[in-house]
């Protein structure tokens, strides 16, 4: 089993809470963002599967109570639930793929991954008239390829929101539906992870204060949701993951120099 308490001296938890308490307050604000901010941020003092079990229990909370937020949940989710279930496949599979893979090239997807959520308008402007003359296959397709990188690098969101903007589905419908995803991929993964001997109790009990905070900060994210403009939020949030994406990078060609 990988122990996490590694992470957990002083200057590593400072730091550790310091990027909970952004991703958490990001995903109050936005209704999403807790894992494309707090795995590549955690992963930069750290290997990608580290990062993945240090927030995996503080993600399980924030999409748990992300999904059930706003109204009329349960037709978003009844209309939508097949996505869940190509996630939940996809993640069984990048899980498997992250226990026995290199962390370099993985540090290098996540980074790519990144890039890809910054650019997701440049694919939107694409023709995706094909996704609404295959529903099922299309989201067959965006959905297992979601859950493969929610299990190999903890970010599922560039296809998804990609897959379901190109769709044109409402945004509280979206953020309930990706939300759901993430908590099946999370699960999915946390499963998979015990049954290999990687994630245990003790993970859930090393982890469990960080999910108290992650779960707080939430809450006071979406309390002052209304009150911060969201271009000035999304403009400092594209800054940070850019310098991310590069720092990843750059991590990776050090090692392998």
């Not at 590549?40 to 937020?69: G, H, K």
């Not at 440049?122 to 995706?128: H, K, S």
């Not at 609404?132 to 067959?140: D, E, N, T, W, Y």
């Amino acid at each position: 089993m990988v122990a996490v308490d590694t992470l957990l001296g002083w200057p590593s938890l400072v730091f550790l809470i310091a990027v909970l308490v952004v991703a958490a307050l990001a995903h109050g604000t936005l209704g999403f963002g807790f894992p494309v901010i707090s795995t590549p941020m955690v992963a930069l003092m750290t290997d990608v599967q580290t990062a993945v079990l240090v927030t995996l229990f503080p993600n399980l909370a924030v999409n748990l109570i992300s999904t059930f937020r706003g109204g009329d949940w349960r037709q978003s989710i009844a209309r939508y639930w097949p996505m869940a279930i190509y996630v939940l496949l996809g993640t069984v599979i990048g899980t498997r793929v992250l226990i026995v893979t290199d962390p370099g090239p993985i540090k290098l997807l996540l980074a790519a991954m990144i890039v890809v959520y910054l650019e997701q308008k440049r694919f939107r402007g694409l023709d995706w008239s094909w996704l609404h003359r295959h529903p099922h296959v299309s989201g067959a397709g965006f959905g297992l390829l979601a859950g493969f990188l929610s299990g190999t690098v903890n970010v599922a969101l560039p296809p998804l929101i990609i897959y379901f903007m190109a769709l044109g589905l409402a945004p509280v419908a979206m953020t309930q539906i990706l939300n759901l995803c993430f908590l099946v991929g999370r699960s999915t993964q946390a499963i998979t992870f015990g049954i290999s001997g990687q994630v245990g109790l003790s993970t859930l009990v090393e982890t469990l204060p960080l999910t108290i905070i992650s779960i707080a900060v939430l809450v006071i994210g979406v309390r002052i949701q209304s009150r911060i403009r969201p271009e000035v939020f999304q403009g400092l949030l594209r800054t940070v993951l850019w310098l991310m994406a590069l720092v990843l990078v750059v991590q990776v060609l050090w090692q392998h120099r």
